[in-house]
């Protein structure tokens, strides 16, 4: 199983990248790996999905979940999860507004870059916690840092020039969202010098400004739950999630030793109702009960940890399919009020 993390941690993030897994049958727990459709690993040389990879693609098509979800192929139910990669959210501004923005960010697990020209801020976006401030103008700053689809810039500088100077250099990147503060009066004003610049019109469309939702946001704070709320917000409609945390996957890869270190993931592959995450969402179980990752708290968590820890414990069982009800009054007893059903998948990893 090492080498399907190993796979899975050289994937490249420009690209489409998804996992399948069987779960059933004679090839129950079989993996592989797929990059823009195309199979580049499996556990199996030559095994099931190298001899069913169009028909899987297919079916991939025609769902409406796209490359997520259950899939049948021949009478083999093959769960396959689209892989997303670490958010990125690239803060131009060390000012008031971006100090709650980056607590925010680092609570949501995300890697936060601050850009600052001033010593005095750049230390305090440091002490907020950034996962890494880049001291310098910000041309020079922003031309460190490439993009990507799962890049959320934010603008909030300390004065219009400035917010200019980042715009300019930010739309010419890759990105999954970009938003800048300020009045309406001084973005229009950005916005058209840029356009004269030669700025693309249909990324300036998308410009995310006045930045944050409309929550009647008036202090730091709440400007800043209200810009994370929106990409958030962006994120979720855009589907970028499931995957492998940075965090996880090294959790995932240190060797165990022994039983004691034997460590469980667990997945959600179904979920019907209002269960409160979404297919591929993944928690990792660790033998002292330390979970990295969560799929959704609460009893019906606690309810799958302890199956978890059981396997880790027992040592009979590898694998196996969990189905939590969190619907009826016995569920509701039980305080698992979201409603819905999961089938959570469990497997046993020991290197």
Known sequence: MLDFYRAVSECDPAKENMTAVILNGPGLGKRAVFTDNELVWEEEEGGFFTHNQAELMDALHHSPAGAKGLAKIQGTQVFCDRLGQEMHLVICGGGHVSIPVIKIGVM??????????????????????????????????????QGGDNTYFVIVTRGHRYDQVCLEKIV????????????????????????????????????????????????????????????????????????????????????????SGRKVLATIVMRKGSAPRDVGTKMLVLPGGKC??????????????????????????????????????????????????????????SF
Do not use: W
Request: hydrophobic share 40%; proline share 3%.
């Open 292 to 349: 990295v990752g969560t799929i959704g708290g609460g009893c019906m968590e606690a309810d799958v940890a302890r199956r978890a820890l059981h396997m880790i414990r027992d040592g009979s069982e590898e694998r196996k399919l969990c189905h939590v009800d969190m619907t009826g009054a016995e569920a509701e007893d039980e305080g698992m009020v979201c409603g819905g059903i999961v089938d959570v998948l469990l497997e046993v990893i």
């Open 108 to 145: 949501m697990g995300c890697k936060v870059t601050v850009l600052e020209d001033r010593p005095l801020f750049a230390d305090n976006a440091r002490r907020a916690g950034a996962s890494e401030v880049l001291c310098d103008s910000f041309e020079h700053g922003l031309s460190q840092i």
């Open 172 to 259: 010419r990147k890759s990105h999954a969202y970009i938003g800048m503060i300020g009045s309406r009066r001084r973005v229009a004003a950005v916005k058209e010098a840029i356009l004269e610049g030669g700025g693309d019109p249909k990324v300036l469309e998308g410009l995310y400004s006045p930045i944050g939702l409309d929550i009647g946001a008036e202090t730091p704070e709440e400007i800043g739950v209200a810009i994370m709320a929106e990409i958030i917000e962006v994120k979720n409609k855009k589907r970028r999630t499931g995957g492998y945390s940075k965090e996880m996957l090294r959790e995932i890869m240190k060797p165990a030793g022994d039983r």
